[in-house]
């Protein structure tokens, strides 16, 4: 285990429905830290996704757990290699349920900076953006 990693803990509604939807986007799940309370999403070899019920997930903290699917509580910027990549995961995600939201005037924005973005809501709303920067388009 590489000494610098990112662990984000997210909140989920159905943990089995949940590892479903990720592995359908070509991540692993570590069998060593997953049960029926929670599944570990190996996005890469320093970036791992925690589903955690919401009930587990609240023992973490004292303030009450959000419900995603109606207010932003982060954004996962997920930088990729190129325009190519973001649009297969945005793809793949939305086969497996998820919805995209589409900036147009974001998206002319990111044109004019060499920038290729999309944006997708998983199942329980938490907001993933694949994006690449420089030529997005090699």
């Known amino acids: 285990m590489s000494s610098r990693m990112i662990f984000l803990n997210l909140p989920v509604r159905d943990v089995s429905r949940s590892r479903i939807f990720y592995e359908a986007l070509g991540w692993q799940v570590s069998q060593e830290f997953s049960d029926d309370e929670a599944a570990c999403i190996v996005i890469d070899e320093n970036i791992c996704a925690m589903l955690l019920t919401r009930e587990y997930f609240a023992t973490y903290g004292a303030r009450p757990v959000t419900d995603t699917r109606d207010t932003v509580n982060a954004v996962y910027g997920l930088a990729l290699a190129s325009a190519r990549e973001v649009d297969a995961l945005t793809t793949a995600a939305l086969a497996a349920g998820a ?19 999309r944006t997708f809501l998983d199942p329980d709303g938490h907001q993933w953006e694949p994006f690449c920067m420089g030529n997005p388009w090699r």
Do not use: I, L, P, W
Request: proline fraction near 0%; avoid cysteine.
């Open 99 to 117: 919805t995209e939201e589409v900036d147009e005037a974001k998206r002319a924005q990111e044109r004019r900076v060499g920038m290729h973005s």
